[in-house]
């Protein structure tokens, strides 16, 4: 029967057999003593026995005895081997240690952004500036699914914290040397700081992401009241249903758009991501890619809707010109679809127009500019926002103008659509 105490290695606890306890102490000591190892040193080897116990089946509160000490000793070396005056037996016993396998985790030492890149360049032992160079260019490539792996990457791969992980992510061997350069290369890294350049880069990509995000909010709001009033001119039209399709596809991948872009903002100033902001990014994300999808649905399904009831609801009206005295040319200043220009000795306009239920009837006017005849549309629709609401609705649809050859029909928008018609068509 074995007496049994308590002890903590890298702040877990443990019980340990007596004998295998002082043995243990004894181990400590020595590496301390031989190889100079610091506090942060000797944390990191501590870690690294907790994970060769684990190896072994001693998990927290497990028991460790002396075959346990026996093999943290096999598998880490003598102390005196890896001493500042035996440099030679330092080289034999590496070459010796079996190398352990590598294991692919994020280097959050070299990190960017979540370390993704860095760990991938760290496994395949090539330079992190290749790896990253292929993640930016990668999402335009694939259309923004690289962007989801990355963050499912994100999320699956475990960081690399202690000195051990750091060494088996590079294929190294776990050995106390290796332990103690490692350490001392985290503490004069974690000493350095950041160089003032990467905390501006830190700044500047911050406060663009909040900007960027800040508008997209206010889009959303303004489009979106807009929206509505644009949906509500389409009543007793079958294609209202569609279009609200699109409002609501667009309206659930704005918002997404917006809690995403203040994941990303908040992530960046603090400069720290954890795994709950990562998989909100990633629903975030998936939601806007499927409201991005249906919005096209329901977009479609909208146009070809009202293709087919535009032709029943299409009226034809003809404009008074009340004064083609020496007029020479004829300009449209308005919105509006085909224009089609017809040789006549009278000067005549037929228009067409789409006569949706809740729209008002479009007043086209007539007005003399010196020798140029000017038509346009008066402004009245039944939109909420911008009096200028025919930048998002032509109700015009067609204009027949008959004039003279010698008369010139230009528009705004239109000098390369208008179409000359043989006049006995």
């Given at each position: 029967m074995k007496e049994i105490t308590r002890i903590h290695l890298a702040k877990t606890a443990f019980s340990v057999e007596i004998d295998a306890k002082k043995s243990l102490e004894k181990y400590l000591n020595s590496i301390q003593k031989n190889m100079h190892a610091d506090a942060e040193a000797m944390k990191?080897?501590?870690?690294?026995?907790?994970?060769?116990?684990?190896?072994?089946?001693?998990?927290?509160?497990?028991?460790?005895?002396?075959?346990?000490?026996?093999?943290?000793?096999?598998?880490?070396g003598e102390p005196r081997d890896f001493s500042d005056d035996s440099e030679d037996s330092t080289d034999?016993?590496?070459?010796?240690?079996?190398?352990?396998?590598?294991?692919?985790?994020?280097?959050?030492?070299?990190?960017?952004?979540?370390?993704?890149?860095?760990?991938?360049?760290?496994?395949?032992?090539?330079?992190?500036?290749?790896v990253r160079l292929i993640a930016i260019i990668s999402p335009f490539v694939t259309f923004g699914t690289m962007v989801l792996v990355y963050l499912a990457m994100w999320v699956s791969m475990p960081p690399a914290k202690t000195a051990s992980d750091k060494l088996r992510?590079?294929?190294?061997?776990v050995t106390l040397a290796a332990l103690k350069e490692v350490s001392a290369d985290g503490n004069s890294t974690v000493s350095a700081g950041k160089t003032p350049i990467a905390k501006f880069f830190q700044y500047f990509v911050g406060a663009v992401v909040l900007f960027t995000t800040l508008a997209i909010l206010f889009g959303l709001i303004v489009g979106g009241a807009l929206g509505v009033s644009v949906v509500n001119m389409l009543g007793g039209l079958g294609m209202q249903m569609w279009a609200w399709g699109v409002w609501i596809s667009l309206a659930i991948g704005g918002i997404a758009t917006v809690i995403f872009g203040a994941i990303v903002t908040r992530s960046i100033f603090a400069w720290k991501v954890n795994r709950m902001s990562v998989i909100t990014m990633i629903v975030a994300a998936s939601v806007v890619f499927m409201s991005l999808a249906s919005a096209a649905i329901f977009s479609a399904h909208a146009g070809l809707e009202y293709a087919r009831e535009s032709q029943q609801l299409t009226k034809k009206v003809n404009i008074d010109i009340p004064d083609t005295t020496n007029a020479n040319s004829i300009f449209i200043d308005m919105p509006v679809g085909n224009v089609s220009r017809i040789n006549s000795d009278k000067f005549k306009v037929e228009a067409e127009f789409v006569d949706l239920p809740k729209a008002n009837k479009p007043e086209i006017n007539v007005r003399r500019d010196?020798?140029?005849?000017?038509l346009s549309v008066s402004k009245k629709c039944n939109a909420i926002f911008f009096d200028g609401c025919l930048n998002f609705y032509k109700p015009i649809t067609g204009l027949k103008i008959y004039a003279p050859a010698g008369v010139n029909v230009s528009g705004l928008f239109y000098h390369n659509s208008i179409e000359m018609e043989d006049p006995e068509s």
């Open positions: 990191e080897i501590e870690a690294r026995m907790v994970e060769i116990l684990a190896e072994r089946g001693v998990m927290k509160e497990g028991v460790i005895g002396d075959d346990d000490v026996l093999a943290i000793k096999n598998q880490m034999e016993l590496t070459d010796d240690n079996e190398k352990p396998e590598k294991q692919l985790m994020r280097d959050t030492d070299g990190a960017v952004i979540g370390g993704v890149c860095a760990g991938i360049a760290a496994y395949f032992n090539i330079n992190p500036l290749w992510m590079r294929g190294k061997p010196g020798d140029k005849i000017v």
